[in-house]
């Protein structure tokens, strides 16, 4: 065998390894899941292969024919499932869909106000993420750990002080909604653009089940399809506006950021938001009451669960402070052993110092949810966490629990169709000699 068709082999080989070690896993990582198999289809379609620059029916290039009636179509779906008059399906990620809403608001040297990254706030929007290539001048909002919010009598002060070109919120540790209507007074003094970065809880919001931030005083949305909303990995802008702000936008993503738009990933996206109109509601519903008895059960079993005050959680994720349990370090990695995949986070307190050793666990439902765990199989994971943080089992223990526990949610709910999850490397052919 030449050496080339083993590396081609061993890479199979190590995407399969990568499915077996998550099929036997249980996910919990706030920001990720799974994709419908009608939707994964179509990442294997051409229209993986092909560019289709410009708008539906003004493009540059021959053979757009069919891609120009699904955009259509994915643009309608996402209209009617977020209420929003205006859409972009295609940014290719959350991060380019953030660059070009920059790119289309402000102009370098412009003010924008900022969740704090300490608080949960994205990288790209931190002065060495996309906010400081933009060139802008940032300000964070003050937090408030009792509450796991931004301060909303500091950010009223705070807006009214710096009077930003543009106020961005949402984050990647967002437990509870961004307090918008409580600072719609502030907004309208200033005149400033109001921008939510909804990468996390995108599913939450179509389904109808967190905040409804276009109807709450944001101008534009901007968000990840692949995090609540069981979608490919890709972006998504939405609005309601419908003048040269939104065109500056559009801009901003085409010919601004992003040159092909991966049609597949958005044809995928279509698919994935036809079957969320479906079932969004439900789906979204019980990715919330699973993280509510995650986090109460993880509480009553030892752990400190952030947020308690305000009943821990309102969306699908939940922190707790594992510094007494050998840090979010630690935390994450015998938890790796025991086969349940988290990701160490930072607190309130925590500065970027010990970014690699945080106080901190994140823990998200969204996935666990779409396997069809319900409360009773969430209180397990919950016990098998503190088994192995409060208790000291040893992780290999409870690896057997956790693959027994997952033997029953193999199948993916909330879509069309029935397909086991995991399966998909092996569709295709044996490579030969
Ligand atoms: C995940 C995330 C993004 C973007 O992520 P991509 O990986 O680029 O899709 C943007 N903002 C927030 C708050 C996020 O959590």
Redesign the pocket.
């Known amino acids: 065998m030449t050496d080339n068709r083993m590396f081609a082999r061993r890479i199979r080989a190590l995407a399969m390894k990568h499915n077996e070690m998550f099929r036997d896993s249980i996910p919990l990582i706030a ?1 990720e899941n799974l994709m419908s198999p009608l939707a994964m289809e179509m990442l294997i379609s051409d229209f993986g292969s092909r560019y289709a620059e410009g708008l539906p029916y003004h493009r540059y290039y021959q053979g757009n024919e069919y891609v120009d009636e699904v955009e259509v179509l994915v643009m309608d779906l996402a209209k009617k499932f977020f209420r929003a008059e205006s859409v972009d399906p295609r940014p290719i ?4 869909a ?1 660059i070009a809403t920059l790119y289309g608001t402000t102009s370098p040297g412009d003010k924008i106000t900022v969740p704090p990254l300490s608080g949960g706030g ?1 990288i ?1 929007a931190a002065r060495f993420g996309a906010v400081g290539l933009r060139g802008l001048h940032s300000t964070a909002y003050p937090f408030n750990t009792e509450d796991m919010n931004i301060d909303v009598d500091g950010t009223i002060r705070l807006i009214k002080q710096e009077k930003p070109k543009v106020c961005l919120f ?3 540790v967002f437990l509870f909604p961004a307090p918008l209507k409580e600072l719609s007074e502030a907004f309208d003094e200033v005149g400033c653009t109001v921008w939510y ?1 909804a ?2 809880v995108l599913g939450l919001i179509g389904g109808g089940k967190f905040q409804d931030p276009l109807r709450e005083g944001a101008t534009v949305i901007t968000a ?1 399809t ?2 609540t909303f069981p979608g490919p ?1 890709h ?1 998504i802008i939405l609005s309601n506006d419908t003048s040269d702000l939104w065109k500056h936008i559009q801009r901003g993503v085409f010919p601004g950021v992003l040159s092909n738009h991966h049609l597949n990933a958005m044809a995928a996206l279509g698919i994935t938001l036809a079957e969320e109109l479906e079932y969004g509601a439900e789906y979204a519903q019980n990715t919330i009451a699973n993280a509510t008895t995650m986090a109460q059960t993880l509480a009553e079993g030892g752990i400190s669960v952030l947020g308690e005050k305000n009943g821990f959680t309102r969306s699908h994720t939940i922190v707790a402070d594992v510094r007494e349990q050998g840090g979010g370090k630690y935390a994450a990695e015998v938890l790796e052993q025991a086969g349940i995949i988290l990701n160490k986070n930072m607190l309130p307190w925590d500065s970027s110092k010990n970014s690699q050793n945080p106080s901190g666990i994140r823990i998200g439902t969204q996935e666990i949810t779409r396997l069809g765990f319900d409360r009773s199989d969430t209180k397990e994971v919950a016990r098998l966490i503190a088994d192995v943080l409060v208790r000291h089992r040893s992780p290999e223990d409870v690896k057997e629990e956790v693959k027994e526990l997952k033997r029953n949610h193999r199948t993916i709910r909330y879509c069309f169709g029935t397909h086991e999850a995991y399966s998909y490397v092996k569709i295709l052919e044996e490579i030969g000699e």
């Open positions: 920001s990620s959350g991060t380019v953030n994205h790209s949402g984050r990647s970065d990468a996390h990840s692949h995090k990995q972006g």
